[in-house]
């Protein structure tokens, strides 16, 4: 079954930090590109950060100098350390694969940062 399945979301404070952790399953990991997306509510989805297959790295704007994203392949996980976490980094976080035409979500989990 090809899945993806997110953890590690939670409440956190300003200035937090949090390790998120997207493990996939039923298709080879290491060949996909591999992503970050957000939604916050009332907002479209946005995405925050890709790795490639190779191993490059792109960030939005809102993700530069405070989020890492990171894969490994062995494992078949991708992580995305957050830092410096503000209210406004608050949504529900999924993980894209993809390859060529085909598209992976996974079900999301919910990062609120709040006093």
């Known amino acids: 079954q090809v899945q993806l399945v997110e953890s590690g979301g939670g409440l956190v404070q300003p200035g937090g930090s949090l390790r998120l952790s997207c493990a996939a399953s039923?298709?080879?990991?290491?060949?996909?590109?591999m992503s970050w997306y957000r939604q916050a509510p009332g907002k479209e989805r946005e995405l925050v950060a890709t790795?490639?297959?190779?191993?490059?790295?792109n960030y939005t704007d809102s993700a530069k100098g405070r989020f890492t994203i990171s894969r490994d392949n062995a494992k078949n996980t991708l992580y995305l350390q957050m830092n410096s976490l503000i209210p406004e980094d608050t949504a529900v976080y999924s993980c894209?694969?993809?390859?060529?035409?085909?598209?992976?979500w996974g079900q999301g989990t919910q990062v609120t940062v709040s006093s």
């Open positions: 039923g298709f080879t990991f290491s060949s996909y590109a």
């Open positions: 894209n694969a993809r390859f060529f035409a085909r598209t992976v």
């Open positions: 790795i490639t297959r190779d191993g490059m790295i």
